[in-house]
């Protein structure tokens, strides 16, 4: 083996990538032996030799054959070095050979199939959807041209400066006890959840909240409820869980279930958007919502209340949370700072009745540990402050306009054409489409011409009910609403001939 040449070779193919001379040797060598150039069994040469030859420091040689020998790549007998014999190996799943020396591996199939995951897996497989990179109406993304990262940064900065050598370690089960009581405050004076702080569990955003509930508050085959149509978030979560889950029609009213669906699928979990019904974006009414919580006390049912964008009401504040209607309702509250603040950010709550909390603290300390205490304390800050509450007035202006400007465009293009439901909270509408359309084709032409307006169809959690699209506008300036209303109005025009 001509190392030089070997070395060399490795050096000029990654020009431009700053890696140490010690990293470089042995991520030449971790691909010669991954790629069969230096064969099993084969010995290496003396660490000193070597480094002579490649004109290196011995010590770049010696951190090479360690790190490679901690992977099992190399094994050392007394004083010599030489290639562990490996598992063979799939040869185009091996990184691009150097043109040394052709190698036939014995090919094996490195990456399960997709018959190999478990049916629970399975039904969250990614299904290819055009519309995920495109942005004008993408629906549940928040203005994020507009968040204020100047004064955010000062927060993680802050909170950085401040951290503990304790809070570098695993954190609480349940998270920062700063963030909790941060949010029970905002929670019981914004929303009227009634909580304390031990109530509320930090989660990585509420995906995680849904997955944990799914699988906590349920058992494989018990029945789950889910507005129909209804979020897709919660219906995987629900699935994956191995769940019942059964579509419940909406009203004007929200969740509609009859007498039928009480008596013969009595659910372990009712999964509800109260504050505005996901997709459609009806309120759900104060009665309704008595007459759930009613139920569900009588038959021992759970109800998972997603608040996912309850801060943007248009009209006056927001309505008071289903959890805080009743003392000791059967409610686990739901919260996300994805759309307040932003998604990647992946911090969520869930505020869990009192009786469930040790159990869950129990569960989280086992299966999820906590960390990232630096972000939670700059977030607990950011709330403390007033900092959150000046961003959300803001919002809430910026949200207000931008939907007056949607809804005006739709009025003017195509206001004989569709009917539009929901705007008076969130952070998109829906437009419902006439019958002899299919909101499936015109939501594929319109992701075409780069909008994103998924069809209501797909959003089915049993029978298709709803012929429509949704339109979420947070990320459209107002001067270019009409503009897009116009392309997709064309679309829609076309489509009725
Ligand atoms: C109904 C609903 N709930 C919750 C979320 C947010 O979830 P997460 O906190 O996981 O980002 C979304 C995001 O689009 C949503 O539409």
Same mark, same amino acid.
């Given at each position: 083996?001509?190392?030089?040449?070997?070395?060399?070779?490795?050096?000029?193919?990654?020009?431009?990538?700053?890696?140490?001379?010690?990293?470089?040797?042995?991520?030449?060598?971790?691909?010669?032996?991954?790629?069969?150039?230096?064969?099993?069994?084969?010995?290496? *040469?003396?660490?000193?030799?070597?480094?002579?030859?490649?004109?290196?420091?011995?010590?770049? $040689?010696?951190?090479?054959?360690? +790190?490679?020998?901690?992977?099992?790549?190399?094994?050392?007998?007394?004083?010599?070095?030489?290639?562990?014999?490996?598992?063979?190996?799939?040869?185009?799943?091996?990184?691009?050979?150097?043109?040394?020396? &052709?190698?036939?591996?014995?090919?094996?199939?490195?990456?399960?199939?997709?018959?190999?995951?478990?049916?629970?897996?399975?039904?969250?497989?990614?299904?290819?959807?055009?519309?995920?990179?495109?942005?004008?109406?993408? &629906?549940? $993304?928040?203005?994020?041209?507009?968040?204020?990262? +100047? @004064?955010?940064?000062?927060?993680?900065?802050?909170?950085?400066?401040?951290?503990?050598?304790?809070?570098?370690?695993?954190?609480?089960?349940?998270?920062? /006890?700063?963030?909790?009581?941060?949010?029970?405050?905002?929670?019981?004076?914004?929303?009227? !959840?009634?909580?304390? %702080?031990?109530?509320?569990?930090?989660?990585?955003?509420?995906?995680?909240?849904?997955?944990?509930?799914?699988?906590?508050?349920?058992?494989?085959?018990?029945?789950?409820?889910?507005?129909?149509?209804?979020?897709?978030?919660?219906?995987?979560?629900?699935?994956?869980?191995?769940?019942? @889950?059964?579509?419940?029609? !909406?009203?004007?009213?929200?969740?509609? /279930?009859?007498?039928?669906?009480?008596?013969?699928?009595?659910?372990?979990?009712?999964?509800?958007?109260?504050?505005?019904?996901?997709?459609?974006?009806?309120?759900?009414? $104060?009665?309704?919502? =008595?007459?759930?919580?009613?139920?569900?006390?009588?038959?021992?049912?759970?109800?998972?209340?997603?608040?996912?964008?309850?801060?943007?009401?248009?009209?006056?504040?927001?309505?008071?949370? =289903?959890?805080?209607?009743?003392?000791?309702?059967?409610? $686990? +509250?739901?919260?996300?700072?994805?759309?307040?603040?932003?998604?990647?950010?992946?911090?969520?709550? *869930?505020?869990? &009745?009192?009786?469930?909390?040790?159990?869950?603290?129990? =569960?989280?300390?086992?299966?999820?540990?906590?960390?990232?205490?630096?972000?939670?304390?700059?977030?607990?800050?950011?709330?403390?402050?007033?900092?959150?509450?000046?961003?959300?007035?803001?919002?809430?202006?910026?949200? %207000?306009?931008?939907?007056?400007?949607?809804?005006?465009?739709?009025?003017?293009?195509?206001?004989?054409?569709?009917?539009?439901?929901?705007?008076?909270?969130?952070?998109?509408?829906?437009?419902?489409?006439?019958?002899?359309?299919?909101?499936?084709?015109?939501?594929?032409?319109?992701?075409?011409?780069?909008?994103?307006?998924?069809?209501?169809?797909?959003?089915?959690?049993? &029978?298709?009910?709803?012929?429509?699209?949704?339109?979420?506008?947070?990320?459209?300036?107002?001067?270019?609403?009409?503009?897009?209303?116009? !392309?997709? %109005?064309?679309?829609?025009?076309?489509?009725?001939?």
């Amino acid at each position: 083996m001509d190392y030089q040449l070997l070395f060399n070779r490795y050096k000029s193919q990654h020009i431009g990538r700053k890696q140490t001379q010690q990293r470089l040797l042995y991520n030449c060598l971790r691909e010669a032996i991954l790629s069969g150039q230096l064969l099993a069994g084969a010995q290496l *040469m003396g660490s000193r030799s070597l480094a002579q030859e490649l004109k290196v420091a011995r010590n770049t $040689v010696l951190y090479a054959y360690e +790190h490679l020998a901690t992977e099992g790549l190399l094994q050392t007998r007394g004083r010599q070095t030489f290639v562990q014999h490996l598992a063979p190996i799939k040869a185009e799943a091996v990184i691009a050979p150097l043109n040394l020396a &052709p190698v036939t591996l014995e090919p094996v199939t490195l990456r399960p199939a997709a018959s190999a995951l478990s049916p629970r897996a399975q039904c969250s497989q990614l299904q290819p959807d055009s519309s995920e990179n495109l942005i004008a109406f993408m &629906p549940g $993304v928040p203005a994020l041209a507009e968040f204020p990262i +100047h @004064v955010w940064r000062r927060y993680v900065e802050r909170a950085w400066r401040q951290i503990t050598y304790r809070q570098l370690d695993y954190g609480e089960a349940a998270g920062e /006890p700063e963030l909790r009581a941060a949010i029970a405050e905002h929670l019981t004076s914004t929303r009227g !959840v009634r909580c304390s %702080a031990e109530q509320v569990f930090i989660t990585d955003g509420t995906q995680q909240s849904l997955d944990l509930c799914a699988h906590a508050l349920a058992s494989a085959g018990d029945c789950a409820w889910i507005e129909n149509p209804g979020y897709t978030g919660a219906y995987q979560a629900l699935k994956a869980a191995e769940l019942n @889950v059964r579509g419940i029609a !909406v009203d004007e009213q929200g969740m509609a /279930p009859s007498a039928e669906d009480w008596a013969q699928h009595s659910p372990k979990l009712i999964y509800l958007t109260p504050s505005h019904q996901f997709p459609l974006g009806s309120v759900m009414s $104060v009665e309704r919502r =008595m007459a759930l919580i009613e139920s569900a006390k009588a038959r021992g049912a759970i109800i998972i209340e997603d608040d996912y964008d309850s801060e943007f009401r248009r009209d006056g504040s927001p309505l008071p949370a =289903m959890q805080g209607l009743v003392e000791d309702a059967p409610v $686990v +509250h739901l919260g996300t700072f994805s759309k307040t603040l932003f998604p990647a950010l992946r911090i969520g709550f *869930m505020v869990l &009745p009192k009786g469930l909390v040790a159990p869950i603290t129990a =569960m989280m300390h086992d299966l999820f540990p906590r960390g990232r205490s630096a972000d939670q304390l700059a977030l607990a800050e950011f709330l403390r402050s007033g900092q959150f509450a000046i961003h959300l007035r803001k919002m809430r202006r910026l949200y %207000a306009a931008r939907r007056d400007a949607l809804v005006a465009a739709i009025e003017k293009h195509l206001g004989d054409s569709v009917t539009i439901c929901g705007g008076s909270s969130g952070i998109h509408i829906t437009i419902e489409l006439p019958e002899s359309l299919v909101d499936a084709d015109i939501s594929k032409a319109a992701a075409a011409k780069n909008i994103a307006v998924p069809a209501l169809s797909k959003l089915a959690t049993g &029978p298709v009910l709803r012929n429509g699209l949704m339109l979420g506008y947070a990320q459209v300036p107002e001067q270019d609403m009409e503009r897009y209303i116009l !392309v997709l %109005a064309g679309i829609i025009k076309r489509a009725m001939g």
